[in-house]
């Protein structure tokens, strides 16, 4: 199993909300491709510390299907559209079972 886990900020505009919503439109597209054991995105909550304005959370069943999700033509039309609108990204992945 990999954990996979992306954080990303937007610069604030009028249309930051509308940026965001497409992202996630985007994103959970490609929560049913193959591989996908769990798909989470998660925005900041009111009256909680958040430092990003949307969290992908998901678990993949091994670092292949991890592969494949990357280059898979949904997760390329997410991301290209996410390196228009982002301001900055963080991400890691890890092996739970090795932590």
């Known amino acids: 199993m990999i954990k996979h886990i992306v954080a ?6 009028p249309d930051k909300p509308a940026r965001v919503d497409r992202v996630v439109e985007l ?5 049913g491709l193959p591989g996908v054991e769990s798909f989470a995105l998660v925005r ?17 069943t ?11 033509p949904l997760h390329k039309a997410a991301g290209a559209y996410i390196a228009e609108v982002r301001e900055a990204r963080w ?8 932590v």
């Open 62 to 72: 091994d670092a292949d299907a991890l592969a494949a999700y990357v280059v898979h």
């Open 91 to 98: 991400a890691m992945d890890f092996d739970p079972d090795a």
């Open 27 to 31: 994103l959970t597209a490609c929560s």
């Open 44 to 60: 900041p909550q009111d009256g909680l510390e958040a430092s990003f304005d949307l969290l992908l959370e998901s678990t993949f």
């Open 8 to 13: 990303w900020t937007f610069a604030d505009a």
